[in-house]
């Protein structure tokens, strides 16, 4: 008799009718077992990972579905757990429950795997699904281009991808800069050209037509208990923009940039192609 028969046995008597129905649920959840593939997900660390990266264009309607779906499972499973812990050793033997400890171990199981994951994609996701709502708020900054900065670094950049847009004081001149020179100090051998106005314009015109200004703030990798994390991979990257009625601003790591910013920047290099 496990122990919790035998706590089972000195509880006060249930209504009838109703534990009847609680011990038929009972079997037919033994018999008709949900199989909520989230639960599943929640126990492979490379799934769980994906699915984080997948919050940035995931809709927001889908992951209320399926995090509705584990909450459910769980409540599901506290039944179970709190049901089989009140059988008693006499409806055991009435209703044929021997199989009771196995569905019980399934849902503890269930629950003691699963559960931290769960907390951190919640955790990650729900970050994530903040800064889309906030960046799909913002609009486009009216005026002129005052200083723009786009750059990839990391690993798979052993060659800096640098491109400075901003106005020389002394000139007045529109000026787009290069990287600095790894090997030399000398800032005039920094690639560098002069821009027309017709450039600013196409730049904005740009960022207006790929929505930089709704991009997140931030991409980044989700940091997961047991998951290892990923080398390589994607440039870290940042794009700022100051125009004169505000600023636009995002940045990832270890992310592909957003398809507007590489748009500008294989712009911009064909200006300095014949400076470099």
């Given at each position: 008799?496990t122990?919790?028969?035998?706590?089972?046995?000195n509880?006060?008597?249930?209504?009838?009718?109703?534990?009847?129905?609680?011990?038929?649920?009972?079997i037919?959840?033994r018999?008709?077992p949900v199989?909520?593939?989230?639960?599943?997900?929640?126990q492979d660390?490379?799934q769980c990972?994906?699915y984080c990266?997948d919050?940035y264009?995931?809709?927001?309607?889908?992951?209320?579905?399926?995090?509705?779906a584990v909450?459910?499972t769980?409540?599901?499973?506290?039944?179970?757990m709190s049901m089989?812990?009140?059988?008693?050793?006499?409806?055991?033997a009435?209703?044929?429950?021997?199989?009771?400890?196995?569905?019980?171990?399934?849902?503890?199981?269930?629950?003691?795997?699963?559960?931290?994951?769960?907390?951190?994609?919640?955790?990650?996701?729900d970050k994530i699904y903040?800064?889309?709502r906030?960046?799909?708020?913002?609009?486009m900054?009216?005026?002129?281009?005052?200083?723009?900065?786009?750059?990839?670094y990391?690993?798979?950049?052993?060659?800096?991808?640098y491109?400075?847009?901003k106005?020389?004081?002394?000139?007045?001149?529109?000026m787009?800069?290069?990287?600095e020179?790894?090997?030399?100090d000398?800032a005039?051998?920094?690639?560098?050209t002069?821009?027309?106005?017709?450039?600013?314009n196409?730049?904005?015109q740009?960022?207006?037509?790929?929505?930089i200004?709704?991009?997140?703030?931030?991409?980044?990798?989700?940091?997961?208990?047991?998951?290892?994390?990923?080398?390589?991979?994607?440039p870290?990257w940042h794009?700022t923009?100051?125009l004169?009625?505000?600023k636009?601003?995002?940045s990832?790591?270890?992310m592909?940039?957003?398809?507007?910013?590489?748009?500008?920047?294989?712009?911009?290099s064909t200006?300095?192609?014949n400076h470099?």
């Amino acid at each position: 008799m496990t122990v919790g028969i035998l706590h089972a046995n000195n509880l006060p008597k249930p209504n009838k009718k109703q534990r009847k129905a609680d011990i038929q649920r009972l079997i037919d959840m033994r018999d008709h077992p949900v199989h909520n593939p989230m639960i599943a997900l929640l126990q492979d660390g490379d799934q769980c990972f994906d699915y984080c990266m997948d919050a940035y264009y995931r809709s927001e309607e889908q992951y209320a579905k399926d995090t509705s779906a584990v909450r459910e499972t769980y409540r599901q499973n506290d039944w179970i757990m709190s049901m089989c812990h009140t059988l008693t050793e006499k409806e055991v033997a009435k209703y044929h429950l021997e199989w009771f400890p196995m569905l019980m171990d399934k849902a503890e199981r269930e629950m003691s795997i699963t559960n931290n994951r769960f907390k951190e994609v919640t955790q990650f996701c729900d970050k994530i699904y903040a800064m889309r709502r906030q960046a799909a708020a913002q609009t486009m900054p009216t005026g002129k281009i005052k200083h723009l900065i786009y750059e990839e670094y990391g690993s798979s950049r052993p060659n800096p991808v640098y491109y400075e847009i901003k106005i020389d004081p002394s000139t007045g001149k529109v000026m787009l800069y290069g990287p600095e020179n790894r090997h030399l100090d000398e800032a005039e051998k920094r690639p560098q050209t002069t821009l027309s106005e017709d450039v600013l314009n196409t730049i904005r015109q740009m960022m207006e037509e790929h929505k930089i200004y709704q991009e997140p703030s931030s991409f980044y990798r989700p940091i997961l208990t047991g998951v290892p994390p990923v080398t390589g991979g994607p440039p870290s990257w940042h794009f700022t923009c100051e125009l004169e009625g505000g600023k636009v601003s995002t940045s990832g790591e270890q992310m592909s940039p957003p398809r507007g910013c590489t748009t500008i920047a294989n712009y911009l290099s064909t200006f300095l192609k014949n400076h470099e």
